[in-house]
């Protein structure tokens, strides 16, 4: 069976006064129809980097420069510009940070939806219209012919969000990339836009790719997830097995330097030492070593994503539990700091 | 809307009240108007005489007001080598004036409208390179001195067109004639305003370029082509609107030069022979005009720009 | 801790960036080399400006690499000097410019309310004469000459950058710098000219050389019209009024064109370095591939 | 900075009942100018009648989302923003009547910690200078004495003496933070107003700043506002919370109070909304709080939260909630639970009664 989308060791490089800079480095991953897939990382991880490579979206100095992104079984980056067009925008879409930002300031939001509508659909204007009328209220926009005629401006932070979501449904994608959409909205608004996002997927069963920094985020929203970190993928593995038995030791720093409402009050956070690395590309070894509390010295070694195992010679049940150290794929780190995740209160219930 | 060009010109006013004080002051500065009349054989009692007829013995702010009464009525006050009313010489002078720069100004947006965007979509190219050092090299380049130089090769050298005037006297040249007479002027002027041009509406592109909107745009699989001409240019009316507005004082200023040169019978002719006589009134009435066509211009921007931007509110 | 970018000076930043702009580090070259040449001209010039040579209108000679004029005065000597005074408006307007403006649009932008209101009245009023036609009125009340040129260049020239740093002191102002300035109880004049105005030197430098380049070609303008530097004194501007008859047109370039062509190179080299200047001052800018 | 410090729940309290810094009735309006030319003004309504007690020691957090004035309160609090009405007490003296000669002394008493680290430094001056300019200005050191207190500062924020001939170009975000920091403590303050200090930092970063806070305060006696927008991070910090919707505080408590029985139905919304990093805790369907904020022109009359709120009545819409006490933890006054909803206080006073 194809996958929905297939990305191979992609790898995307920037070039700039001072030479290249390989910022992707072999990034692999798939997603099939109707899953949710998470991509977590900090800023310059990466991830929206891989989201922009895929949709063809770099900025002019940056390119993929190895790789194949298959999207229903049809390498994306062999396409050329007009070929891809037909993709983009119509099976494949993707959803930004800054919705004020994203949508352009001249156009009504009718318009906006109505351009994409008519691009793929080769609708006619009125039933275009309609669609996008439709559109804006299964965003759960009341009112969308006043939204269909409203600049973006006019528009508060979460309505603004929705019509960019409209936009990305407007010819039922297959695939929908979501860029840390909810990072300049506030919780309240943050959770309408997560619930919209989950039940656009039940409803529709296409796929989502979640990009963010929020590990909560992931928790609630993913089925697998990606932990990035410095342009590598450091960790693959389906939601339940990560928080439980997270393996690389950056996943398992993020999770105990991150506050949570779960924690007891009680609990100290454990700072990640250091900063991310600023010219990681030319890193041999794992890229977190300088920050790392298990670090040896072979792990200056060149790293690959490999099954973890629980114990020395032991693998898991889940064969798609991968890592990017050495150290978790034999076996070697203490199983103990998992632990400390598990919930120290009951969850809150009012 | 109707609102917001009323608040514009309100805004306006104290500008505008601004401006006829300073054209007051310097008019004053330079001189009682009966200077002009001393002689030896005028005596001081005429001189007096005529001085209280024409209020000078009042305080220069009640002489204010009273020329600015008469201002209203539209009296610009009258040539003092002529005797000629100054707003009959300017609507005689502003015809050619306005044909000069109307065209000067139309060619100049059809140059540099689409050479900056090329510039700007593609960066860095070799034509981008070209585009802007020759629109340095043509900003830098004295408008008077280039004048001369076309004067040089297709008048004295080539004898291809003529240098001076706007028709060939005595002749009956018609459209055909005019055009002859204007192509060095007009070259003048958009060689001298075209430059800056590009590169502003190169950098105002470049910027929308790298909007987020823009990449929204690429990502609906809309084509480059729309991509470009449709939320780019859509969005770079704003820069160009602004553009339009800032000509107008320039080409107002160097239309000066240009009609000097080519001996051009507009407003800037007369004004440049009017400071060599010192002809005051008339200096101040020119001065005036264009203040206000200067204010009225900025007007007209801010509307457009208002036009064009829905993110600007007319209430 | 390992600092987040390798340890590099201001200045040195801006100077390697300045570098990278081919034809901007060329024009500084230029423009160096015609300051120097320029300065030296009594040393290197072979006639005084105003001396009467005797000879009118003759055509290059190895006497008079560039010929003698109407009034039989050597071009050659005469370009340099003109170059000088050239050198002289342009610098000495755009340092008028420069302190009128910036004092101005600081205390604007700053101290705001009733000042503000006033300070930016006036400079609309300024704004709203065509420029040129402003320059012209004030040279024909105050009689031409050199340094009624540069004052009257140097008063119409700061609207514009009064309200160039009036901006970016608002913007400055609410920064969480000068906020934290604030805070910490650092006096006014700290906060004006220790942490705002460093910061404003930037766009400043950059609106100056274009001041430099447009005071050069106004004075020209203006000395060609006959209202600016009055001969006998050589100034780029009046060694090119007296092409306006016919003879010397046709039959004498040599007196006219190298004044001309030396406003180009010196106005091209300015235009140039501000172009560089701009390149390597703007932090937004990113260092982008540039050919 | 990891050191074994007690634990903020735990810690025997710090504060007594005098405290430190009273907030009262305080407002600040803005008053924008209409597009209109004959319109009234607008008033933006930033804070609005806000009143708390401050105690010595303490971290008093500050939520809420946009809009709220969380900000505009803290700025306040530090005399960047004039209040439009109402007082601020500090020690003695009503901060908001003060000028800027009789402000002088206590000044350096109130600092700030500012949310974009990259823009809170002076881009155009050596960390040295920054440190040194309010160290030098106060005389709280000489010229001698003063390279010796920067190292020491630079020290306490986990920076090595080296970072003083550095730029702030040179430093990432969250070492840009640590001196930020350093310039707040600098002139010995003891309350510092820490407006969102980590939100713009990024995830692996924020743990190093938010213990380096809470190890400065243990150090010197620090008293914290801290602003937050998210509740995780406030709850980490804070001993006591304060929710503010639209310029108001609707309801304050001791921190472990307002997470384990949060009263006011905006409280509530906003705890079920955040994220829960446990996928086992997945929520099916959470109450997710309709409609955006309303607009701080022109708010919703009464409770300004009713066109949100599940719990609203009609007299939700006619009378705008006081903040209340309706119950107590322990003897002190910042034991008490404060809030502003009728309805939930009605609420809670019935079960208890059943109980």
């Known amino acids: 069976m194809t996958r929905l989308l297939d990305v191979r060791s992609l790898e995307t490089t920037f070039s700039s006064d001072f030479g290249e800079k390989t910022v992707l480095n072999e990034v692999s991953f798939q997603i099939d129809k109707g899953e949710i897939l998470g991509i977590v990382g900090e800023s310059g991880s990466g991830k929206s980097v891989t989201a922009l490579s895929i949709m063809g979206l770099l900025a002019a100095n940056g390119r993929v420069s190895q790789g194949e992104v298959y999207f229903q079984g049809v390498d994306l980056l062999a396409l050329d510009e007009k070929e891809l067009d037909r993709v983009r925008g119509n099976r494949l879409t993707m959803v930004f940070q800054d919705a004020l930002s994203s949508l352009d300031p001249v156009f009504t939001i009718g318009s906006q939806i109505m351009e994409s509508i008519r691009a793929h659909l080769r609708l006619p204007r009125q039933e275009a219209w309609r669609r996008a009328v439709g559109l804006l209220d299964q965003v759960g926009l009341t009112d969308p012919e006043r939204i269909m005629a409203a600049y973006p401006h006019t528009l508060s932070g979460g309505m603004r969000q929705r019509a960019m979501i409209a936009i990305a449904l407007a010819c039922d994608p297959d695939l929908l990339i979501a860029d840390e959409p909810t990072t300049a909205l506030d919780v309240t608004i943050q959770a309408q836009i997560m619930a919209l996002l989950g039940r656009l997927r039940r409803d529709t069963g296409m796929g989502l790719i979640l990009i963010t920094h929020d590990i909560g985020l992931i928790a609630e929203m993913a089925d697998r997830v990606l932990v990035m970190y410095a342009g590598q993928v450091v960790e693959q593995s389906d939601v339940h097995t990560l928080f439980d038995q997270p393996a690389h030791p950056y996943t398992r720093a993020l999770m105990l330097a991150v506050p949570t409402l779960l924690d007891s009050r009680e609990r100290r956070l454990r700072p990640i030492a250091g900063v991310v690395p600023e010219n990681y590309e030319s890193m041999t070894g794992c890229r977190f070593r300088d920050r790392c509390r298990y670090a040896v010295s072979a792990c200056a070694e060149p790293q690959a994503l490999e099954a973890f195992s629980l114990q020395a010679g032991e693998r898991l049940p889940d064969p798609g539990h991968l890592v990017r150290c050495h150290r978790a794929a034999a076996g070697e780190l203490p199983t103990t700091e998992s632990v400390l995740l598990q919930p120290a209160a009951a969850v809150v219930s009012p | 809307m109707t609102k917001y060009i009323l608040k514009r010109i309100l805004i306006a006013i104290p500008v505008l009240i601004g401006i006829t004080l300073v054209d007051y002051l310097i008019m004053s500065m330079a001189g009682s108007p009966l200077d002009m009349m001393r002689g030896p054989r005028v005596s001081q009692a005429a001189i007096d005489a005529r001085a209280i007829q024409l209020g000078l013995d009042q305080p220069w702010v009640v002489q204010y007001f009273v020329w600015l009464r008469q201002l209203l009525r539209g009296n610009l006050g009258y040539s003092i080598r002529g005797h000629e009313a100054v707003l009959a010489m300017i609507g005689r002078s502003i015809g050619p004036t306005l044909l000069l720069m109307g065209t000067s100004l139309a060619i100049t947006l059809l140059i540099a409208i689409p050479v900056g965007i090329y510039s700007a979509v593609h960066q860095y190219s070799i034509g981008d390179y070209a585009a802007v050092t020759l629109s340095f090299v043509g900003s830098s380049i004295p408008g008077f001195f280039l004048a001369l130089v076309l004067i040089y090769i297709f008048t004295v050298r080539l004898g291809w067109l003529p240098s001076s005037d706007m028709v060939t006297r005595g002749a009956e040249g018609g459209a055909l004639d005019l055009i002859r007479h204007m192509v060095m002027p007009v070259t003048v002027l958009v060689f001298s305003s075209v430059g800056s041009n590009i590169r502003y509406i190169r950098s105002a592109v470049l910027e929308i370029l790298q909007q987020d909107y823009m990449r929204t745009a690429r990502a609906k699989g809309i084509g480059r082509f729309l991509v470009i001409y449709k939320h780019g240019l859509r969005n770079a009316l704003l820069p160009i609107v602004t553009v339009i507005g800032m000509q107008i004082p320039t080409l107002f200023g160097g239309a000066v030069i240009v009609e000097q040169v080519f001996a051009w019978p507009g407003l800037g002719l007369m004004t440049m022979s009017a400071i060599l006589q010192r002809d005051y009134p008339v200096i101040m009435g020119i001065a005036l005009l264009s203040a206000v066509v200067v204010l009225v211009a900025n007007l007209i921007t801010d509307v457009l720009y208002a036009v064009v931007n829905p993110a600007i509110t007319y209430e | 801790m390992p600092p987040a970018a390798p340890s590099e000076r201001y200045l040195a930043t801006v100077w390697r960036r300045f570098r990278h702009h081919r034809l901007g580090t060329i024009s500084l070259a230029v423009l160096l080399l015609l300051l120097v040449v320029s300065l030296l001209a009594p040393v290197i010039a072979p006639y005084s400006p105003a001396a009467i040579t005797g000879k009118f209108h003759s055509g290059p000679s190895p006497e008079h690499w560039l010929g003698t004029d109407a009034s039989s005065r050597d071009v050659f000597s005469r370009l340099l000097y003109g170059m000088q005074t050239s050198m002289l408006v342009g610098f000495l307007v755009t340092i008028i410019t420069t302190v009128v403006g910036v004092l101005l649009g600081l205390i604007s932008g700053y101290f705001g309310g009733l000042v503000d209101i006033i300070i930016m009245r006036i400079t609309d009023i300024v704004m709203s004469f065509p420029y040129l036609l402003l320059v012209l009125v004030a040279a024909a009340i105050f009689s031409p000459g050199l340094w009624s040129i540069i004052l009257i260049l140097g008063f119409v020239n700061w609207p514009g950058l009064a309200r160039l740093v009036r901006g970016n002191v608002l913007a400055l102002r609410e920064s969480s710098f000068v906020q934290g300035a604030i805070v910490a109880g650092l006096p006014r004049r700290h906060i004006l000219f220790s942490e705002i105005l460093p910061n404003t030197v930037a766009p400043v430098l950059i609106y100056a050389t274009s001041v430099l380049s447009l005071s050069i070609l106004d004075e020209a303008a203006l000395s060609y019209l006959g209202q600016g530097v009055q001969p006998p004194m050589a100034s780029l501007g009046n060694m090119l009024g007296g092409a306006e008859s016919l003879t010397i047109l046709t039959s004498r370039p040599w007196i006219w064109l190298p004044p001309g062509i030396m406003i180009i190179v010196l106005v091209v080299a300015i235009n140039f370095v501000g172009d560089a200047l701009r390149d390597a001052l703007d932090p937004s800018r990113t260092e982008g591939s540039r050919s | ?355």
């Open chain 4, 1 to 355: 900075m990891t050191g074994d410090r007690p634990l903020p729940g735990l810690a025997t309290p710090a504060y007594d009942d005098s405290p430190l810094l009273t907030v009262s009735e305080l407002r600040r309006h803005y008053y924008a100018r209409s597009r209109r030319l004959f319109a009234s003004r607008q008033t933006i309504r930033a804070v609005d009648d806000v009143s708390f007690n401050l105690y010595e020691g303490e971290t008093l957090g500050l939520v809420g989302e946009s809009g709220s004035g969380k900000s505009t309160l803290g700025r306040q609090l530090v005399g960047l923003e004039r209040p439009t009405a109402g007082s601020i007490h500090y020690r003695g003296h009503v901060l908001s009547r003060l000028d800027a000669r009789e402000m002088a002394p206590i000044r350096t008493d109130l600092q700030m910690i500012f949310q974009d680290a990259y823009a809170s430094l002076n881009p155009r001056k050596p960390i040295f200078d920054i440190l040194a300019a309010p160290l030098l200005y106060h005389r709280l050191e000489t010229r001698k004495t003063v390279e010796r207190r920067v190292d020491e500062l630079l020290a306490m924020v986990g920076l090595a003496a080296g970072a003083k001939a550095r730029y702030p170009h040179e430093f990432s975000g969250g070492q840009r933070q640590r001196l930020g920091i350093a310039r707040a403590i600098s002139v010995k303050p003891r309350v510092i107003v820490c407006d969102e200090p980590v939100s713009a930092l990024d995830v692996s970063i924020q743990a190093q700043i938010l213990n380096l806070l809470l190890d400065l305060q243990d150090e010197l006696g620090l008293t914290y506002l801290f602003i937050g927008h998210g509740l995780p991070v406030v709850n980490y910090m804070s001993d006591r919370i304060a929710v503010m919707y639209l310029g108001k505080i609707v309801e304050l408590a001791p921190a472990e109070e307002l997470f384990r029985r949060p009263l006011h139905p905006y409280t509530r919304a906003l705890i079920a909304a955040a994220p829960v990093p446990d996928p086992r805790l997945r929520r099916s369907d959470v109450e997710l709080l309709e409609g955006d904020i309303a607009s701080n022109v022109t708010p919703p009359g009464g409770c300004s939260f009713h066109p949100r709120c599940p719990l609203a009545e009609a007299g939700c819409r006619l009378e705008e909630p006081a903040l209340t006490m309706v119950r107590s933890y322990g003897e002190r006054p910042a034991d008490r639970h404060l809030l502003a909803c009728p309805v939930a206080a009605r609420d809670l006073m019935t079960k208890e009664a059943v109980t």
